[in-house]
């Protein structure tokens, strides 16, 4: 509106509300501006996510009883996470600590599945996906096509992507529970309900679908080496695995420890694929734990187990980027 | 990607830095202001667009809402009632133009089904979930009995002790299966929080035609009404099963679900003489008074024997006078629907279901194009092990139905509170609960309706009213109290691992008593 009329007339003569604020804006700091520019994301977030954080936090600070929420008790909550005593809140026969270390208590406890969960799927993730991204690197005839191809298993909604895999291991109807429980890799029977099979069902599944996002995110770091540095090394005689050693692994470091950051996040956050594929009482996530107490109106529980999984998910991070320094970010 | 960054930080930054103090902050300007004026504008007129509309212009554009709008002055108010699917599915439209023809609902007055989920779990969740963020609808919720108390002691569901008219209740207090109704209600101070709306008992349903192939004669041998041995019924299902070309001997429910632990877990427990908590005046607490009695040698039995059912598994003789192999390992992650289909179609001899399986199985299969069996449809009582004289817990053993059925339960919130008692006085109708039991097998709650003639005459369920009368007669309720919701998925869990051989039943009863006794002690 205002370069409509900005015509001929010289700037500084202008006078008028909208210039007023134009000139005040141009005669700020860019640090001032930038927090300026900021602020409607501030206020955006402050109301649709600080809010409900803090009152989640609140609410994990009264007493849980079976009824509902009882009277404040400070950090007590925790204590009982901690101590086992809040463990009557969680679905079945889950706790969050395990309670023994062999087998059976590992998989029946929330916090050693998640990690477990997150550490073997984001693991192979990266392998696969890393292979994924430097077949696509190279060129041949329809790359393109490949690289849409591969990216459909990401665009596959959790709901979908969950029943695929409940048809395929669904021991009377699933064509894949039999090959592989005479692998011994699977339960052959009640197979969804065992700890050990469905944990595996429900890995296999997240590294199907994602291992896509990592190829992707590892191809674009690909991209960005120099060649020149390729053809270097080729005069200097270097051979292709000195090559990927020494100039394609450290330089796609960092996008690796990005893409491993943000895929440890999403896994430590994992939900949807265990409840449509198994259960969260076979299977317990920390976010199933999470979901499912607050179902059963255990909001103090509910409350207590998120604050303490974005705290774990945060040292989580926090120990990943120490590994790999500020460059990561 | 942070190498990318880094270069193009550096090549570009003094470019960068130079168009963005001049050009780009005005530019910004210019464009949020054009934009907000051209908001505030289009604020305005549909503001004063709206307005003129009221009296003149606005008819066509408004029609729908206007509509709507008047209807709702009118007195046309539609209500939202929480529903099984399967209940939808098999008589949705037929169960509206009951309420208004047998129970006589105004017709200004419309119902809306608003399906929930088949697994009673996942529906105890999602009304959870709506009446803790004070939601104004499903207006009314249909509340499996076995939960209903949680929401009582919430205090999640409207009091209909203070808001229904005096006749309705006192009909209920009267009229109604007392042990059903009590359900239904705030235990300590009896006011009312639910309409029963049908009790529910299961029986063992089988294929008459393949039992009478067999050589078995259900009519002279009483099947109806006499109950069968565990024992003996395991050597007719073998039997009738070689004889036939069938996939399964019997069909049930195991998963690990609520249904495992209220209903078909706690039958074989009761039918062998055992009890969560002691005998059955401990079904409803006192919480953490009460003793805990799954690790005693008939529940053991009770485990060991749908494992020797499921694997055919010896247990050192124990049960060397059963059949085995009678039953699926499917059964582990069966609940009521999948395990229904299978002896729906044919492939099965015996299925242990609810009477709303009666109702859909009984179906002449040439009037409905879902698998039905029409009259060779047979059902008799669930067998027993011990006869109740030699139960080890007071109440127990012999014939055991558990006691499910829903009741409904009304939304405090909802903006339609006013003709509830409309849509209630319709519901207690007896004609609408005939054409209840009629479409989908649900039950008359009044004894008097249950026990006569007329619901006998309603096919296809009036056919096996002897078997249901026995059932209803050995009904063992769930032991809800607060806690049970967390004790079941627990109990579920742990009876869904015996029979999958996982563990052994007095493994899995021992650790499954110290984890009650934690949630006892609250």
Redesign the interface.
């Known amino acids: 509106m205002s370069t409509e009329t900005a015509g001929g007339e010289r700037e500084s003569r202008r006078s008028g509300p909208l210039v007023r604020v134009t000139r005040w804006m141009e005669n700020l700091s860019d640090t001032t501006y930038a927090y300026l520019l900021l602020l409607p994301v501030f206020v955006l977030l402050g109301s649709i996510a600080i809010y409900p954080l803090l009152r989640t936090f609140e609410m994990s600070l009264f007493a849980q009883t079976f009824t509902g929420l009882g009277e404040f008790v400070g950090p007590g909550n925790y204590v009982d996470l901690f101590t086992g005593n809040m463990d009557r809140y969680l679905p079945g026969q889950p706790t969050f600590l395990p309670q023994s270390f062999g087998i059976q208590g590992l998989v029946t406890s929330a916090l050693t599945m998640t990690l477990l969960f997150a550490f073997v799927s984001v693991f192979f993730e990266t392998i696969i996906g890393m292979g994924q991204a430097l077949i696509l690197d190279q060129d041949f005839y329809g790359r393109r096509w490949i690289r849409a191809a591969i990216i459909i298993p990401w665009a596959v909604p959790v709901v979908i992507q969950g029943m695929m895999f409940y048809l395929m291991f669904q021991p009377s109807i699933g064509f894949l529970t039999p090959p592989l429980a005479d692998l011994g890799l699977l339960a052959p029977t009640n197979t969804l309900n065992d700890p050990a099979s469905a944990t595996f069902v429900i890995i296999v599944a997240d590294i199907w679908k994602t291992s896509a996002f990592m190829a992707l995110l590892i191809l674009a770091g690909l991209q960005s080496i120099d060649r020149g540095l390729y053809d270097v090394a080729k005069v200097a005689g270097a051979s292709k695995w000195q090559q990927f050693k020494h100039i394609t692994f450290p330089l796609i470091l960092p996008t690796i420890a990005v893409a491993v950051l943000f895929r440890s996040v999403a896994a430590m956050r994992v939900y949807g694929i265990i409840d449509i594929v198994s259960s969260c009482t076979v299977v317990p996530s920390l976010s199933c734990m999470v979901v499912e107490s607050f179902f059963s109106g255990f909001n103090a529980a509910a409350g207590t187990i998120a604050f303490t999984t974005a705290a774990i998910i945060g040292l989580v991070v926090m120990s990943l980027i120490l590994w790999q320094g500020e460059e990561a970010i | 990607?942070?190498?990318?960054q880094r270069?193009t930080m550096s090549n570009n930054h003094s470019d960068d830095d130079g168009q963005?103090?001049?050009v780009s902050?005005?530019r910004?300007?210019?464009a949020s202001?054009?934009s907000g004026?051209a908001a505030t504008l289009a604020g305005c007129a549909d503001l004063v667009g709206g307005g003129d509309g009221g009296s003149d212009s606005g008819d066509g554009g408004d029609g729908t809402g206007t509509t709507t709008g008047d209807g709702g002055s009118d007195g046309a108010t539609t209500i939202q009632w929480g529903i099984g699917p399967t209940a939808v599915q098999t008589a949705g439209e037929e169960m509206k133009t009951a309420l208004h023809e047998a129970g006589g609902l105004r017709d200004d007055i419309e119902i809306e089904w608003v399906p929930s989920a088949s697994d009673t779990g996942e529906v105890?969740?999602?009304y959870?979930?709506i009446l803790?963020a004070d939601q104004s609808d499903p207006d009314i919720f249909q509340m499996d009995n076995g939960w209903v108390n949680?929401f009582i002691?919430?205090?999640l569901i409207q009091n209909l002790s203070e808001t229904l008219p005096e006749d309705l209740l006192s009909d209920i207090n009267e009229n109604y299966f007392s042990g059903f109704t009590d359900t239904a209600r705030e235990p300590s101070s009896g006011d009312l929080y639910g309409v029963p709306l049908f009790p529910d008992f299961p029986t063992m349903q089988y294929r008459k035609d393949l039992v009478e192939q067999a050589g078995y004669d259900p009519e002279s041998e009483n099947w109806a009404t006499e109950p069968m041995t565990w024992e003996e019924w395991s050597h007719v299902v073998a039997d009738v099963k070689d004889n036939a070309d069938v996939e399964y001997g019997f069909t049930t429910q195991w998963?690990?679900y609520e249904g495992t632990a209220c209903c078909t877990f706690n039958e074989v427990m009761s039918s062998w003489g055992g009890a969560y908590f002691g005998g059955r005046e401990n079904l409803f607490g006192p919480v953490g008074e009460r003793p805990i009695t799954v690790d005693e040698p008939e529940v053991h039995n009770a485990l060991n024997m749908m494992r020797k059912f499921v694997h055919d598994e010896g247990f050192d003789g124990t049960f060397a006078d059963y059949a085995g192999n009678i039953a699926?390992?499917?059964i582990?992650?069966w609940i009521e629907e999948p395990s229904r289909s299978p002896f729906a179609e044919g492939d099965a001899v015996f299925h242990r279901n609810w009477p709303y399986s009666l109702a859909l199985t009984g179906r002449n299969p040439e009037e409905t194009e879902d698998p039905a069996l029409g009259e060779d449809l047979g059902a008799m009582p669930i067998p027993y092990a011990v006869p109740e004289s030699e139960a080890a817990q007071p109440g127990t053993g012999g014939t055991t139905s558990a006691l499910g059925g829903w009741h409904l339960t009304f939304n405090p919130n909802s903006d339609n509170l006013d003709v509830i008692d409309e849509v209630v006085s319709a519901v207690m109708e007896p004609d609408f609960a005939l054409e209840l039991f009629r479409l989908q097998g649900w039950l008359p709650p009044r004894p008097e309706l249950f026990n006569s003639d007329e619901a006998r005459d309603v096919a296809p369920v009036g056919r096996y009213m002897e078997t249901l009368q026995v059932a209803g007669e050995n009904a063992m309720a769930r032991p809800v109290t607060?806690?049970w919701?967390?004790q079941s998925?627990?109990i579920?869990?742990?009876a869904?691992?015996v029979v999958?051989q996982?563990t052994s039943a007095e493994d899995a009863m021992a650790?499954l008593t110290s984890?009650l006794e934690?949630?006892e002690q609250?």
């Open positions: 990607m942070a190498a990318t270069k963005r103090s001049s902050r005005r910004f300007v210019a202001g054009a004026v105890r969740s999602n959870n979930r803790n949680i002691q919430r205090g998963d690990i699926p390992t499917d582990l992650g607060p806690v919701s967390q998925s627990d579920a869990q742990s869904n691992r999958g996982e650790s984890s934690a949630t609250n």
